[in-house]
């Protein structure tokens, strides 16, 4: 696993932040404030669709000329934070794709929640935050369209294979399956987004522009307690032509329910393995133990490490090991 980086910055009631699990998927809301839905992919009465699955979310309170929000914006999970870009560009000077000031965390597994068009950030590089961590304050940063100047706003998504990789559905159980809900804490209980907003609102993506989502807190997230964190079976390879062939051995962590297998090649020219996001995955079965990488170049020295998720996250991995294909 990654190390803990700097002393977490700590959310509003939520003293035990420190003692997290490192990683949890990235299932709940990212603002506090009342909000309301604007665009996503593919949501009714948006005129402006996404060309990946992501929300833009405006605090309500902006509504009729009220003063522009400095709403927080809150880790969907617990993992490593990282500044995409600390000084982005200000609003209606950037790219069209441009997220202006941004952040991503990283929540294990290849699994990445991406929060932009910020107007300040909260976190350093390379820090842990618990699930609920005050990550910045929203703002209107990036974006060659004018559409958003007058507002505050945050849009926000989930990525497979690290921030390169696709955006995926939104789903309670962070797996990237379709028709999801996010989770909210609305007085104190813990809520599915939209399904407890209205009847015939099933999924984000039928959420029409203008959906209001409730003020919620940190009071209803799980505590993980270091000593809850669920050791990884250990992990031998065997090089094959063209492919790796990884083995882990011992017991699975308790509910574990899917495994991911992460290789990356080293660069003699660099020095260096792939980073992380370049990398090559592959889920398999919980009931397999041994299962083949291929598609790899001959003679070539490539990092391994396997990855087991449970209701909770990514919360364990075998650590890397290097093998050289045959």
Known sequence: MFAVGASVTLAPNYAEAATSALYSDPVYWPLHVQSYVDCTMTNPGCSNHHDFYGVDVIPTGQRSGAPLSQAGVYSMGAGIAHIGDAKGAACGTGTATDFGTWVWVDHGGGVVSRYGHLSKIDIAEGQHVAAGALLGVVGNTGDSSTLYCDENYLDFQVLRNGYHG?????????????????????????????????????????????????????????????????????????????????????????????????????????????????????????????????????????????????????????????????
């Open 166 to 326: 696709p955006s995926v559905p939104f789903s309670t159980k962070g797996t990237g399956s379709p028709d999801g809900d996010l989770l909210g804490c609305s007085t104190e209980s813990l809520q599915l987004w939209p399904l407890n907003l209205s009847v015939g609102i099933t999924t984000i993506e039928a959420m029409p522009e203008k959906t209001d989502v409730p003020a919620s807190s940190n009071d209803c997230l799980p505590r993980y307690t270091a000593a809850s964190l669920p050791g990884a079976p250990g992990l031998h390879l065997t090089a094959m032509p063209h492919a790796v062939q990884a083995t882990w051995t011992g017991s699975l962590p308790a509910g574990a329910d899917n495994v991911r297998i992460e290789v990356g090649a080293y660069h003699p020219s660099t020095k260096a393995y792939d980073s992380q996001w370049n990398e090559s995955w592959r889920d398999v079965n919980t009931s397999i133990r041994t299962a083949t990488k291929g598609s790899l170049k001959r003679k070539t020295k490539y990092r391994v490490r396997v990855w087991f998720h449970t209701a909770q996250g990514w919360v364990a991995n075998t650590g890397y090991q290097s093998i050289t294909t045959k």
